[in-house]
Structures are given as C-alpha cells and as structure tokens.
C-alpha cells in the first residue's frame, strides 16, 4: 500500500500576533463555515492524490485549527478518510492555540484519531503574551494542558519563542522551565523572525519597540538548549527537540526531501517533482477559485534543498553531495568542531547549529 503524508491548512485567527508571518486571517462565523465546505470540495476534487494510501502524517496547521468547533474538525478529517487510511501508526497532529482548547474539542480530536497535540504557548509571561496581541494568558494556557492531558494522547508539543518585545534571559529561561513541567515529548524552541510579513517590523525597524538583540537571544539559545539536553531531550533540528523516538515525522518528511499533499488556501503540495502552492486569499478560496502556482524542481533544486535541510539537522549531509571545492572548508569546520563527520555524513555540532545560517551558505 503506498504511504501518504497529508496537511491541512486553517487560516483562521482569533487576533493577530504581532509578530507573526504566517498566512492567517480574523476568525469570522460565517467564513469558516465557508472555508470547511471549500476544503472538502478540494478535497473531493483531487482525491486521487491520497486515494488507497495509508497515512503516514496527518497534519492540521494554522492559522488556529481548534479555532474550529470539533464537528467542523470532524467533517474534514472524515473526508481524508474517504480515501485516505488513519491508523494508530498515523502521525496525527493538530496545532492548537491555548484560549480555544476544551476538554470537549480534545474528546472529539482523540476520537477522530488525534495522537499529538501541538500548542503554542510562546512565554509563559501575561505582559509578553499581551505586547504580542497573543489572544491568550498563561492561565489559559495551563488551563488547556489541562484539557489535552484528560484526553491522554500519547504526545504533547509545545512551541516557546525566544526574543519577544518584553522578554528577557530570565523571562525565556523560565517559560521553558514552565514548558518542561508539563512533562511534552517534544519541544520547538524559535528565535523570533522579524521580517516584512508580520506587524512589529516597522516599529522595531524605526526603534519604536525593541526586541531582544540577535547576540542576546543566542546566548538564551545555548542555555535553553543545555537544559533541554540535561532533561533528556535530544535536539535533532536547530528549533526542535524531543524525547527519543517522539521528533516529529511531519517535519522529518519536509527534511528528507518527501512528498506531501496539502489542502487548503496558502498549502503547498510536493508530488512527481513539483511543488504547488494553493492561493492564499481565503475569500477566493471560499468561493472555489482555487488556483495553485506550480514550481518544478529539479535536480539542482532538490540537491540545494537536501544540503540546507541536512545541516539543519542532526542526520546531517551526505558528504558525496557536497561540492569537492569545499573540502578545505569542511576540514576547517571539523577542526574547530563545528561540524563533524560520521558515516561519510557531515554533521554540525551544537557550536555549528548556532552558525547554521553562515554555514550553509558557504557549502550550497
Ligand atoms: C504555524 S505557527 C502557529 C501556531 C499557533 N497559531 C500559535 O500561534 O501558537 C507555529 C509556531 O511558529 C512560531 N512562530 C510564529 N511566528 C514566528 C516568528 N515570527 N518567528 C519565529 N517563530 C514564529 C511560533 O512558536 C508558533 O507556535
Ligand atoms: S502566531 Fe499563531 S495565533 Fe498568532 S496570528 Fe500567527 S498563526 Fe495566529
């Protein structure tokens, strides 16, 4: 039986974060509703793209998926299963957002075959939370652990940010101590990106807020994650870490170059050599003007891809890949242990994950 690695996109926030580059738009009733019906319609439409396969991933990402009522979840997913199969072994995620969780919501995810929750608390600060447009408290977010754990799924992620405006070493140390209390198979810890897409930039940009300075979030990168190793945690990409046998499979698919379907606006799917990006307007999207934008990639594209994506991990690159006018700086890197080499890999070290950026772009 072939395997199938879908996502699903929900667009829909409550507010938006300051902060924040991903496609979303405002929560609205009517919309949403919309949205559900144009999903399944796509979904119908290209069901020959997971026809008869078993899936290996199922991921629901946002935007805010559990900004959804459970019934509108349940629609989408029983449609996948028209023609997908989701079994126990199915990776099965939903990103959720703390203010909407309910032990009710989290009822109908375990019985829909949800067996991974990924929550974003960010900080575990109500001041940082609230600089950030975050729609939520700490409360609510304890308060939504709370609801997951009655459910007993068998893995919880949590998702923390490092570099915040109103956050500080202290701060973020302690957000991921808060994290580690409640006790997740897995942990992505981010260095805040500001770029164009989200709302702070201008502000940051004509020194109207700061955020912490990229040297300063280093620094609380290295601490947090020692911590997370002395807990256990293997750090297996610069921003994930996770109990072992817990990395997220979703994310290892996109690492090892495999395909993916996605539905939904702003989705993107890999199959047969191309990648197409569904639009992002979620108002055309409801009103079924569904176009994708297609991108072939071929083989010096995925080459590219494979490097990047290796050195970001800790299963590293194969060294036939890599460019022989490259050797000496690979030796430079092994010398001053920012990299290393293992089964003819080459793999950066903790030192080298914090230089991934530099690194990468002198050996692509
Ligand atoms: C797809 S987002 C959305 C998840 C969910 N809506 C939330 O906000 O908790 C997944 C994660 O990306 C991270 N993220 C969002 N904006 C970011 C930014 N500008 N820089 C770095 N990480 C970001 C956050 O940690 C977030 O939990
Ligand atoms: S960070 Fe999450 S909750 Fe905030 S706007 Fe972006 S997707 Fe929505």
Redesign the pocket.
């Known amino acids: 039986m072939k395997t199938s690695n879908i996502y699903i996109h929900i667009p829909f926030?409550r507010q938006r974060?300051t902060?924040?580059?991903?496609k979303s738009v405002k929560f609205n009733i009517a919309m949403a509703a919309d949205y559900v019906t144009a999903i399944i319609k796509e979904i119908r439409a290209r069901k020959n793209e997971i026809n008869g396969s078993m899936a290996k991933t199922v991921y629901i990402?946002?935007?805010?998926p559990s900004i959804l009522s459970g019934g509108q979840l349940t629609r989408i997913v029983n449609e996948i299963k028209k023609y997908a199969s989701i079994d126990e072994n199915t990776e099965f995620t939903v990103?959720v957002?703390p203010e909407s969780v309910t032990p009710e919501k989290m009822y109908v995810y375990k019985a829909m075959g949800v067996n991974r929750i990924s929550i974003?608390m960010?900080s575990s600060n109500n001041n940082v939370l609230k600089l950030s447009n975050r729609p939520h408290t700490n409360e609510q977010f304890l308060n939504a652990i709370k609801a997951i754990k009655s459910v007993k799924l068998k893995n919880l992620s949590i998702?923390c940010?490092i570099g915040l405006q109103g956050s500080s070493k202290e701060e973020a140390i302690k957000s991921v101590k808060q994290a580690l209390k409640q006790k997740p198979k897995h942990i992505?810890v981010?260095?805040?990106?500001?770029d164009e897409n989200?709302l702070m930039y201008s502000l940051v940009k004509n020194n109207k807020i700061k955020i912490m300075e990229d040297d300063e979030v280093a620094k609380v990168l290295e601490i947090i994650n020692s911590l997370l190793k002395r807990k256990g945690f293997i750090h297996y990409e610069i921003s994930n870490f996770a109990k072992k046998g817990f990395e997220s499979q979703h994310n290892i698919n996109y690492w090892y170059g495999e395909e993916y379907i996605g539905f939904g606006c702003g989705a993107v799917t890999y199959r047969n050599n191309t990648r197409s990006e569904c639009i992002s307007e979620v108002d055309e999207y409801c009103k079924g003007k569904v176009k994708y934008k297609e991108e072939d990639v071929n083989d010096k594209i995925k080459l590219e891809e494979k490097i990047m994506l290796g050195l970001r991990t800790i299963y590293g690159v194969d060294l036939t890949l890599i460019d022989d006018n490259k050797k000496d700086y690979i030796q430079t890197l092994v010398k001053h242990k920012f990299a290393i080499i293992k089964n003819n890999k080459l793999i950066l070290t903790e030192k080298g994950f914090n230089l991934s950026n530099q690194i990468i772009s002198v050996l692509m």
């Open positions: 926030c974060c902060y924040c580059n991903f990402g946002g935007g805010t990103e957002n974003g960010q998702d940010l992505s981010y260095a805040l990106n500001c989200c």
